[in-house]
């Protein structure tokens, strides 16, 4: 995946991004090559920006390639071109039906790769920062893990007035179709985040089975996280020290 | 058609499942990496071979599946992935390389679905 080593060897998780940067590129671009080569002509637009998701994946490789030898100024600009190319690219597949009669590799953002491709820049991203010595301890892992599971909250509620307006008022799916793969990137977000905080912090299983489960029924990841908190469950000793851990 | 070329990828995707679970073990305890991962890795490695021969010596026979050259381009990049991801990190023994294994593991196993399903 990675075609040479990393920075200078230096371990950390910059290694399981590139090796994903890597393949998504890959992926992405034999995709989108041979859909060309073969019947363009089916989707132009979607096999398109299948290709700009590939060369958008293989600059994202050389940016955090560059990161990870200190150099985060080219990272610090491809990310939120990424982050922003699956938003919109996502959102019209979802709005404009007509302009994708085949899937690109940011429809749904992402949800023919499992959500990857919307969580893979917000990852990156999250580390970038880390990387950062000037920066004051901030976001690391419990506030990731705060962030992520009131968000999961809130694509859950607009799932619900989705299918309040399909089922109840019959006005159409729009609003699930928008919200749910939003929701799915969510749910798969919540779901990485509590492992990892899981096996940072500690939890017993039964806590991080209920951290989990607490992903299925709607709102019961912000009642987990109030609890959680509540009960001293999302305290560390030093933040800082404990993402230096995870980076070392 | 279920024939022994199915057969051979189902034992590929068992067998990815397990190297991708066992890199989830030992990324939860979070120590270097076991060389016993390395092995499962090539192991990986030779089955997915075994399973590129096989589908080489199909398509030589003369079948032609429906998107052949989506078959093709997987059926060559099932073969690399695992040497590259282990190359990438030769010396690093740290518990991030064993995410870059992880991810080799399922990019294997999707591969190998998608083999069976553009046949």
Same mark, same amino acid.
Do not use: N
């Given at each position: 995946m990675t075609g040479s080593p990393a920075g200078p060897g230096r371990s950390g998780p910059h290694q399981?991004?590139?090796?994903?940067? /890597?393949?998504? =590129?890959?992926? /992405?671009?034999?995709?989108?090559? %041979?859909?060309?080569?073969? $019947?363009?002509?089916e989707a132009p637009l979607a096999y398109s920006l299948s290709l700009v998701a590939a060369a958008t994946y293989a600059l994202g490789?050389?940016?955090?390639?560059?990161?990870?030898?200190? $150099?985060?100024? &080219? =990272?610090?600009?491809? @990310?939120?071109? #990424?982050?922003?190319?699956? %938003?919109? %690219?996502?959102?019209?597949?979802?709005?404009?039906?007509?302009?994708?009669?085949? !899937?690109?590799?940011?429809?749904?953002?992402?949800?023919?790769y499992g959500f990857v491709p919307a969580i893979l820049p917000? =990852? =990156?991203? @999250?580390?970038?920062?880390?990387?950062? !010595?000037s920066r004051a301890p901030g976001l690391d892992l419990v506030s990731a893990f705060k962030i992520v599971a009131f968000a999961e909250a809130v694509s859950w509620s607009g799932l619900l007035v989705g299918m309040f307006?399909?089922?109840?008022?019959?006005?159409? #799916?729009?609003? %699930?179709?928008?919200?749910?793969?939003?929701?799915?990137?969510? &749910?798969v977000g919540y779901v990485l985040v509590a492992l990892l905080t899981w096996n940072r912090l500690g939890w017993s299983i039964p806590v991080a089975l209920t951290a989990l489960a607490a992903a299925i029924p709607p709102f019961c990841t912000v009642f987990f996280e109030m609890w959680a908190e509540r009960t001293g469950r999302l305290d560390t000793a030093d933040p800082r020290q404990e993402l230096k851990h995870v980076l070392d | 058609?279920?024939?022994?070329?199915?057969?051979?990828?189902?034992?590929?995707?068992?067998?990815?499942?397990?190297?991708?679970?066992?890199? +989830?073990?030992?990324a939860l305890r979070w120590r270097a990496r076991p060389p016993w991962l390395d092995s499962l890795a090539w192991m990986l490695e030779v089955l997915v071979v075994i399973r590129a021969l096989a589908g080489l010596a199909v398509l030589a026979g003369g079948s032609?599946?429906?998107?052949?050259?989506?078959?093709?381009?997987?059926?060559?990049?099932? +073969?690399?992935? +695992?040497?590259i991801a282990l190359g990438s990190v030769p010396d690093d023994r740290g518990p991030w390389s064993v995410g870059v294994i992880g991810v080799a593991a399922v990019a294997v196993l999707v591969i190998s679905v998608r083999m069976m399903t553009t046949l």
């Open positions: 399981v991004l590139l090796a994903l940067y /890597a393949l998504f =590129a890959l992926a /992405a671009g034999a995709r989108s090559i %041979v859909q060309l080569a073969t $019947r363009a002509h490789w050389l940016a955090i390639r560059q990161a990870s030898v200190g $150099r985060a100024g &080219f =990272a610090s600009v491809m @990310l939120w071109v #990424e982050v922003a190319g699956v %938003v919109i %690219v996502g959102t019209a597949s979802v709005v404009e039906r007509d302009w994708f009669p085949e !899937p690109s590799v940011w429809s749904g953002y992402g949800i023919g917000i =990852a =990156a991203l @999250l580390w970038l920062r880390g990387q950062d !010595p307006f399909k089922h109840v008022v019959d006005a159409g #799916e729009q609003g %699930v179709e928008i919200f749910g793969p939003i929701h799915g990137t969510v &749910f | 058609m279920p024939g022994p070329l199915d057969q051979i990828s189902i034992i590929a995707i068992g067998y990815a499942v397990i190297v991708a679970l066992a890199c +989830v073990y030992s032609r599946p429906e998107e052949f050259s989506t078959h093709l381009g997987y059926l060559i990049a099932s +073969v690399c992935i +695992v040497p």
